[in-house]
């Protein structure tokens, strides 16, 4: 492929951006890179009744968070002065022409708008995802381009930057494939060279409806509030509608630009699993170091404007094998999932340690005191040394008997890890002094 590569992104400022715009730009940056191209971010600001600067300064934002670095942004609004040079060019060549007609929605008023010349016919396209294409366009007739000679409308401003950046490839979403024949007979009228079109599946619920950010959430904002990691979205999005053919499942967007293809993107519609991508999250969240771990995290309990209780360094190790985003990590720790971790907790009731037992209370009472014996004179305190010492005990007698008092000693709580990993968040002296508090109930 030739290394004038040229994709772009498109996205209008009228609203938080959908996690499909984020698929869109991912392959349109891999195959701006896997050709040595150019990667273009414009943004499509003309409709002035929707668009909002701070949605403008959001799509910076939200590129920068994903590293999609582009290599030229543009704001469409700047070319007006083009596009209008562009279209009389069209009207003095007969091509368009201005027609003076009653107001749509209003009769009593007319307007000037531009209509291009059409033949009508059958336009073709070899899409690279769905192959050869054809649609009708005689019913289109001289279909309108702008609004008035200062006011393109959407078709003709976007066949028109594409042009002028030099675009070879339009790569966007499946929902754009009927635009595409009126496009290509503008951009012939105009003189430009048809890029190449390759269109993605949607992304759809998994009510096999269209993915929509109001009634699924679908903004990339959204899960960044979740506390997802743009490299476990990035790698989620790529495997929407793509497989690289093997079992591999993880890549980063460097793998993505060797291994990605468009010619084996599907042409269904791909249903949003967020389970799948919380799994991805998972495995991303697994690979940064625990310090890193715990700077993100604090960061994000803080970005929430709360505060981290001072027990988390302890737990950290706990919390990244358990929690799938910062998100349910923040949760846990803020509705107290792991407040056993305090230095002092309510030594539990009787009836609490019996609970789960399954034994009269002086065999309970029996079982804590050997439990509290065998590990005085226990030294390394990890979950699996700690089960070594008394899994033995516990399954000769009974393991509801010995490890669900254990477990509720340690705690305090119906619920919480299990003993031996309680026993190793809280150390040998907070394991034993709550031991001896547990008895004293008897
Ligand atoms: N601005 C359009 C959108 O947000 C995209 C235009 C295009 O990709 O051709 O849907």
Not at 74 to 94: D, F, G
Not at 163 to 181: L, Q
Not at 363 to 378: G, P
Request: net charge negative; with cysteine; glycine share 6%.
């Amino acid at each position: 492929m030739s290394a004038n590569v040229v994709t772009r992104i498109a996205p209008s400022p009228t609203g938080e951006m959908h996690i499909g715009t984020v698929r869109t730009a991912l392959v349109n940056y891999i195959f701006a890179k896997q050709n040595g191209g150019k990667y273009i971010v414009r943004v499509e600001d003309t409709d002035k009744e929707r668009n909002k600067t701070e949605w403008v300064d959001a799509i910076w934002r939200d590129f920068e968070w994903c590293a999609l670095t582009p290599d030229a942004t543009y704001v469409q609004s700047e070319h007006i002065a083009r596009h209008r040079e562009l279209l009389l060019k069209l009207v003095e060549e007969n091509k368009a022409y201005i027609s003076k007609e009653a107001k749509k929605d209003d009769a009593s008023q007319t307007v000037e708008v531009v209509r291009l010349r059409n033949a009508g016919g059958i336009v073709t396209f070899t899409d690279l995802v769905r192959g050869e294409v054809s649609i009708d366009t005689t019913e289109l007739g001289d279909f309108v381009i702008a609004r008035s000679i200062d006011d393109p409308l959407y078709h003709f401003a976007v066949v028109a930057d594409d042009g002028d950046a030099g675009v070879t490839h339009v790569i966007r979403g499946d929902d754009h494939i009927s635009n595409t024949p009126r496009q290509i007979l503008i951009l012939e009228a105009l003189g430009f060279t048809r890029p190449a079109y390759a269109h993605l599946p949607l992304i759809l619920a998994p009510d096999r409806s269209k993915l929509s950010k109001r009634k699924h959430g679908a903004s990339l904002e959204n899960y960044r509030a979740q506390g997802f990691l743009p490299e476990a979205i990035l790698n989620y999005l790529a495997l929407l509608g793509w497989n690289p053919g093997t079992e591999k499942e993880m890549f980063t967007v460097d793998e993505l630009v060797s291994e990605f293809s468009l010619e084996r993107v599907h042409t269904a519609g791909a249903v949003f699993d967020i389970e799948k991508m919380k799994w991805f999250n998972h495995e991303y969240i697994k690979l940064l170091s625990m310090e890193e771990y715990g700077a993100r995290l604090t960061a994000f309990i803080e970005s929430r404007g709360e505060s981290a209780p001072s027990y988390m360094p302890e737990i950290l190790t706990e919390l990244r094998n358990r929690a799938r985003t910062f998100s349910e990590a923040a949760d846990f720790l803020l509705d107290g999932e792991f407040s056993f971790m305090e230095e002092t907790i309510p030594t539990p009731a009787a009836e609490l340690l019996l609970k789960g037992a399954k034994a009269e209370a002086s065999a309970v009472k029996e079982h804590l005191q050997t439990v509290a014996d065998m590990l005085a004179n226990h030294e390394v305190f990890t979950a699996d040394s700690v089960k070594d010492a008394i899994f033995a005990y516990a399954t000769e007698k009974g393991r509801a008997s010995v490890l669900w008092p254990m477990r509720v000693a340690l705690s305090g709580k119906e619920k919480s890890p299990d003993p031996f990993t309680l026993a190793q968040l809280l150390g040998k002296e907070r394991t034993l002094s709550r031991i001896a508090a547990a008895l004293g109930v008897f």
